[in-house]
Nanobody, 115 residues
């Protein structure tokens, strides 16, 4: 049974930083592409960053230059380093495989950017 557990969210002021973690069980992240997704209130879920099997990375234009996705194979964990946070980054953040599997969604982690 695959389980993805997101953590690291919180309340941060504009310009601040957070590092999100996505720990996996039942699946080996190093062999697959993984993405970070987010859903803001009243909006559809969107992908913001992805890392391929070969560790190539890609970002949504809205976060490019501010967010960095990485993986730590020994911990079977994928991270999202978020810098220069803006109020519009406020959302629940999730990780999932690429292509995503609906049954893999975790509870997400709330990120709130506000002064």
């Amino acid at each position: 049974q695959v389980q993805l557990v997101e953590s690291g969210g919180g309340l941060v002021q504009p310009g601040g930083s957070l590092r999100l973690s996505c720990a996996a069980s039942g699946i080996v992240f190093r062999f697959i592409a993984v993405g970070w997704y987010r859903q803001a209130p009243g909006k559809e879920r969107e992908i913001v960053a992805r890392i391929t099997r070969g560790d190539s990375t890609d970002y949504a234009d809205s976060v490019k230059g501010r967010f960095t996705i990485s993986r730590e194979n020994a911990k079977n964990t994928v991270y999202l380093q978020m810098n220069s946070l803006k109020p519009e980054d406020t959302a629940v953040y999730y990780c999932n495989t690429i292509p995503l599997v609906p049954g893999y969604w975790g509870q997400g982690t709330q990120v709130t950017v506000s002064s």
